[in-house]
Nanobody, 123 residues
Framework: QVQSVESGGGLVQAGDSLTLSCAASGQRFSSTSMGWFRQAPGQEHEFVAGISWNSVRTYYQDSVEGRFAISRDNAKNAVYLQMNSLKPEDTAVYYC????????????????WGQGTQVTVSS
């Protein structure tokens, strides 16, 4: 299974940028589609962005399209989320985990997310 450790979150002002990092372990990481998910207070986990194993395909939630960019480096077992033009509604705990890119959902049989990293955007 793929296991993830997220980092890079913080408290920023609207319009600022952050880069989130996901350090993944697991022998099948390089063949696994990965995604970023987030959970805002009182809300369910939601899909933010996903990337195929070879970075050929990427997918984004409509609300972050054009502002966020997901990438990966299989040699480093890492996934990144570049977050630009942050908005208060982006405030959430962000998680990295295996993803089904067709359904835009977490793929629990392939791994698990970590503790997440908090992103707080003030207005």
């Amino acid at each position: 299974q793929v296991q993830s450790v997220e980092s890079g979150g913080g408290l920023v002002q609207a319009g600022d940028s952050l880069t989130l990092s996901c350090a993944a372990s697991g022998q099948r990481f390089s063949s696994t589609s990965m995604g970023w998910f987030r959970q805002a207070p009182g809300q369910e986990h939601e899909f933010v962005a996903g990337i195929s194993w070879n970075s050929v395909r990427t997918y984004y939630q409509d609300s972050v399209e054009g502002r966020f960019a997901i990438s990966r480096d299989n040699a480093k077992n890492a996934v990144y989320l570049q977050m630009n033009s942050l908005k208060p509604e982006d405030t959430a705990v962000y998680y990295c985990a295996p993803a089904n890119l067709g359904t835009r959902q977490y793929a629990p049989l392939l791994g698990s997310w970590g503790q997440g990293t908090q992103v707080t955007v003030s207005s």
